[in-house]
């Protein structure tokens, strides 16, 4: 494999390339199976907590801002968790903020359809 600047998140869906990537914490078991509760995805439950942290990153926007902590080498709190933009009932709960996202993917692909049938407006006159 050759090199690449940022390792993909491991969190399913997530297509971001460039928030800093922090590593799972293999040193806490709960704390790390928590993590991988959280983000919810199978392939991680099977592996070994040690091929986790060498394989898997998960990047800055899954942490709520109260636990980033800038300055540190970890840029997390001990107790840190993922909890934001993560798939399933997580992912409902943090709806606003990642409807942002989905609105300006939906203004890009929809450029051909026909909006005026989704237009309330026109239906008070
Ligand atoms: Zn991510």
Not at 40 to 66: G, K, M, W
Not at 107 to 116: D, G, I, P, V, Y
């Amino acid at each position: 494999m050759e090199k690449k600047s940022k390792n993909k998140c491991c969190v399913p869906r997530c297509f971001d390339r460039i928030s800093k990537r922090h590593r799972f914490p293999k040193n806490d078991n709960l704390l790390m199976q928590k993590w991988v509760e959280n983000i919810n995805q199978p392939r991680l439950s099977s592996l070994q907590p040690e091929v986790i942290y060498n394989t898997c990153f998960v990047c800055d926007r899954h942490f709520a801002p109260e636990f980033l902590v800038s300055g540190t080498r970890r840029g997390l709190r001990r107790d840190a968790v993922p909890t934001l933009y993560l798939s399933g009932k997580m992912f409902l709960r943090h709806f606003n903020i990642t409807a942002k996202c989905i609105n300006m993917r939906i203004s890009t692909a929809k450029t051909n359809t026909n909006s005026k049938r989704l237009d309330p407006v026109s239906n008070y006159k």
